[in-house]
């Protein structure tokens, strides 16, 4: 399992930088780098904190994600979690971050 990140859409928040058990994710040059992803311990805190969709995490065939890429994307209190498929297809579900945990 491993992270993937898209530092050009990176917009150098550091909440991946502070969330990272590992602490493998630094900021070079102001956006989010990570050096080694194979260390990468999966745990995905850092997906789940990136605000922009720039950390894409991969799901590969040991979890039954058959090489799919997994994004977030936040907009307002929206989040939306996006599997792209190899083929290109992607799917997207939406959880209102205000609603979800209302109970």
């Known amino acids: ?3 993937r990140i898209n530092t050009p859409s990176c917009v150098g928040c550091k909440r991946c930088v ?3 058990p590992g602490n493998l994710i ?5 956006r989010a ?3 080694r992803p194979k260390d990468c311990w999966g745990c995905t805190s850092c997906l789940k904190e990136c605000k922009t969709g720039a950390i894409q995490f ?3 065939a040991d979890i039954g994600g058959k ?3 997994l994004s ?3 907009q307002g209190d929206e989040r939306h979690w996006i599997v792209t498929s190899p083929e290109g297809t992607t799917k997207t579900i939406t959880v ?3 609603e979800s945990n209302k109970y």
């Open 96 to 98: 209102n971050t205000k």
């Open 33 to 35: 780098y990570i050096n």
């Open 1 to 3: 399992m491993s992270i």
């Open 72 to 74: 977030v994307n936040e």
């Open 26 to 30: 630094k900021l070079v040059d102001g």
């Open 18 to 20: 502070e969330v990272c």
């Open 58 to 60: 991969f799901l590969g």
């Open 67 to 69: 090489g799919s890429i």
